[in-house]
């Protein structure tokens, strides 16, 4: 097959063999089965600019969103309401535009937008310094880790098994190259037994992490936890929700020593898995081991503010040797969405998107216990909850959706044992009318079962 807009000719080609010692393209593919490598892509021919169009609308239309439902999804991926200066801040062509701030002298607003988000994440999480961004909360939990290895010179550290089972996913398949010791710690009434952590714990521990709220919306005893891990030594590590700490005590001020976590609902929309951007913050005193970059505020030779990448601990930019991680790219536009939303917001108006999220959680919680054969079993909690139900998961969470609700996430994926659990996340735009229809729903469904619900269709 050509391609016209690739330059090299048969010529360069056979000279490229020729210095790898192969006779021909197909030799590169000789561990690949025939059956994989013969085979023809059912390409349609080319259409008009016009019908291209109509054939990409026609695909999405076949696509629903959580704008078309009352949405009660969450587990780390979140509906919130956007101000519109979000987006018309970020679709500017300096900022959609812009990537590395490498040369300073050119960079100064998108170095000054990176300065600003690591001041708000610092005063959101009572710690001293952050970074310039992380991919998202599920890398940014084992570079916390590797971090705490560093600071501490030890190789073992506990996870809470309420932390996203994903991040913990992650945590482990970073873990296995260097080799370090990854421990879960079982959990007890929706959150970490106290007691069993107090036994796991040992001179070795680099870290214990916590979610806060945790996976299943219970929040933690993090000042009890934070005491047992500086009793050896170690550090303690919180995966904190950001609209959480609107309302709730700032990590730094329960002892935390590095505070991590997904920023994605600050300004950013849910969209397919995406986008994320994860935080990192930390103690003065552990800056120097901090992955990424740190944006810091100077002096010029006119005594004018200017901002400059301070710290670099990558290895792109010293020896690898010494670099604290690999991890490169930060997302400086999500980061931007999230540093204009809380601009935007304010303390205050963060803290009633907060207390919203909560007196709403609660009420639709209050709601769904009072039905026969549903159960709310674990709190205190935020703005997400358990729900136990009496009805097969599966069928419920559809049967809800075919009433325009998307009811919340099946636990039974992560936690067998909870596979007859789902957990349900409630934001400010999850209006009372919504909360109304969703526990009234349930009430149906608790006095009709599935099974009579569809002998009765079958009838029909």
Not at 99 to 124: H, K, N, R
Request: charged fraction near 20%.
């Amino acid at each position: 097959m050509n391609f016209n807009y690739l330059p090299h000719t048969d010529a360069d080609r056979l000279e490229m063999f020729q210095a790898i010692g192969v006779p021909d393209s197909d030799a590169l593919y000789h561990a690949v089965p025939a059956s994989l490598r013969n085979f023809q892509l059912e390409i349609p021919e080319g259409r008009s600019e016009w019908e291209v169009q109509e054939h990409v609308s026609a695909l999405a239309a076949k696509n629903l969103s959580t704008s078309q439902f009352a949405s009660f999804l969450g587990a780390g991926s979140y509906r919130r309401f956007l101000p519109a200066a979000v987006d018309w801040i970020l679709h500017r062509s300096e900022f959609l535009t812009a990537y590395t701030p490498y040369q300073p002298e050119v960079s100064q607003g998108t170095l000054q937008a990176i300065f600003e988000f690591q001041t708000m994440i610092c005063e959101l999480t009572g710690m001293d310094v952050a970074n310039a961004s992380m991919y998202d909360g599920s890398t940014a939990t084992p570079e916390a880790a590797f971090m705490a290895c560093r600071v501490t010179k030890r190789e073992k550290v506990i996870v809470a098994s309420t932390v996203h089972p994903e991040y913990r996913e992650v945590l482990a398949t970073y873990a296995k190259g260097p080799g370090i010791e990854v421990v879960t710690a079982p959990r007890k009434d929706g959150k970490i037994d106290l007691a069993t952590l107090a036994s796991l714990i040992d001179t070795q521990t680099a870290c214990v992490i916590l979610q806060m709220p945790n996976f299943l919306g219970t929040l933690e005893e993090a000042h009890a936890i934070g005491e047992l891990i500086h009793a050896s030594g170690g550090l303690l590590v919180v995966v904190a929700d950001p609209i959480s700490l609107g309302i709730l005590e700032a990590p730094g001020r329960y002892g935390a020593d590095i505070v991590i976590g997904e920023a994605h609902q600050l300004g950013n929309p849910v969209s397919f898995g995406g986008p994320f951007v994860g935080f990192m913050a930390c103690r003065d005193q552990f800056i120097r081991q901090l992955p990424g970059r740190i944006v810091g505020q100077t002096i010029d030779a006119k005594g004018q503010r200017v901002f400059t990448l301070t710290l670099q601990t990558r290895e792109q930019h010293i020896r690898r040797e010494k670099a604290t991680s690999n991890i490169c790219t930060n997302q400086a536009l999500n980061a931007l969405a999230a540093t204009v939303y809380m601009t935007v917001v304010g303390k205050r108006g963060l803290y009633e998107v907060a207390h919203t999220s909560l007196q709403r959680a609660h009420a639709l919680a209050r709601a769904i216990a009072k039905i026969p054969g549903f159960q709310v079993p674990y709190g205190p909690h935020f703005n997400e909850f358990v729900v136990k139900s009496p009805l097969p998961v599966a069928d419920l969470l559809e049967r809800l959706k075919a009433q325009g609700i998307l009811g919340g996430v099946a636990l039974g994926r992560w936690y067998p044992e909870l596979s007859d659990c789902l957990l349900v996340s409630v934001t400010e735009i999850n209006a009372p009318a919504e909360l109304e229809r969703y526990a009234q729903a349930l009430e149906a469904f608790a006095s009709v079962p599935p099974s009579a619900e569809r002998q009765s269709a079958t009838r029909a």
